[in-house]
């Protein structure tokens, strides 16, 4: 069921959100009250593990818009589902086939034929400017990469609050997307740091309006 609502749950500076995704972790990010308000799981691409993805269950690569005309409500640019051409990679929907697909897209040497289409990972584009440009979690996740000094790809997955068995039957119930509370709930669970995009567009407009961004994103 939805997650109730709690006065002492607090974000976490995006310093500390920089730091840890530095580091290679999970960090949860959530976007305005006024646009999804809905949290996503984020992790740099080239982080991605095995254990890592089955905990989440473009550059020049040939990965055009997968629609010409994109009716998205908030412009979601989603381009052609991929599956990594490595010859480890089996039906493309393991953990470990998702895994090596999403560091193969940060990869610095991959090339239109690194990858095989369609397939089971869904490659979305930021837009140039980032979250300055678009305050989206596409374009927070690129701006995490940027700040933490790590190649421009990132994973992002949806959080969603399980809701509630229906006895005897194979449904659940108030289920929903995981709205602020829960994802700080959940994030405080496992040990993840949670913050805003709109503290993210505080921070970058802060430091990089004087050109004080440093390495791993400290001033």
């Given at each position: 069921m939805?997650s109730?609502?709690?006065?002492?749950?607090?974000?976490?500076?995006?310093?500390?959100?920089?730091?840890?995704?530095?580091?290679g972790?999970?960090?949860?990010?959530l976007d305005s009250?006024?646009r999804?308000?809905?949290?996503?799981?984020?992790i740099?691409?080239?982080?991605v593990?095995?254990e890592?993805?089955?905990?989440?269950?473009?550059k020049i690569l040939?990965?055009?818009?997968m629609?010409?005309?994109?009716?998205?409500?908030n412009r979601t640019a989603?381009?052609i589902?991929v599956?990594?051409?490595?010859?480890?990679?089996?039906?493309?929907?393991?953990?470990?086939?998702?895994a090596?697909?999403c560091?193969t897209?940060a990869?610095?040497s991959a090339?239109?034929s690194?990858f095989?289409?369609?397939?089971?990972v869904?490659?979305?584009?930021?837009?140039?400017?980032g979250?300055?440009?678009?305050t989206?979690?596409?374009e927070?996740a690129v701006?995490?990469c940027?700040?933490a000094r790590?190649?421009?790809a990132?994973?992002?997955?949806?959080?969603?609050?399980d809701g509630e068995e229906v006895?005897?039957s194979a449904e659940?119930?108030?289920?929903?997307?995981?709205?602020?509370?829960?994802?700080l709930?959940?994030g405080g669970k496992w040990?993840?740091k949670v913050?805003?995009?709109?503290d993210?567009?505080?921070?970058?407009?802060?430091h990089?309006?004087n050109g004080q961004?440093?390495v791993?994103?400290k001033?």
């Open positions: 939805p109730p609502q709690s006065a002492h749950l607090q974000f976490d500076s995006i310093e500390d959100s920089i730091e840890a995704f530095r580091r972790e999970f960090i949860v990010v009250q006024d999804e308000n809905e949290g996503d799981l984020i740099a691409a080239e982080d593990t095995t890592k993805m089955s905990f989440m269950r473009t040939n990965l055009p818009q629609v010409v005309e994109n009716a998205d409500p989603y381009s589902s599956d990594a051409t490595d010859p480890t990679v089996t039906t493309g929907i393991s953990a470990h086939d998702r090596l697909t560091r897209l990869s610095p090339k239109p690194s095989r289409r369609p397939g089971h869904l490659p979305l584009r930021a837009r140039d400017g979250v300055r440009e678009r989206g979690h596409t927070a701006e995490f940027r700040l790590k190649q421009p990132s994973v992002i997955c949806e959080l969603v609050e006895e005897g659940r119930k108030e289920g929903g997307m995981m709205r602020r509370d829960g994802c709930k959940f040990g993840l913050c805003t995009i709109e993210l567009v505080q921070y970058v407009e802060k990089e309006g961004i440093g791993n994103g001033a």
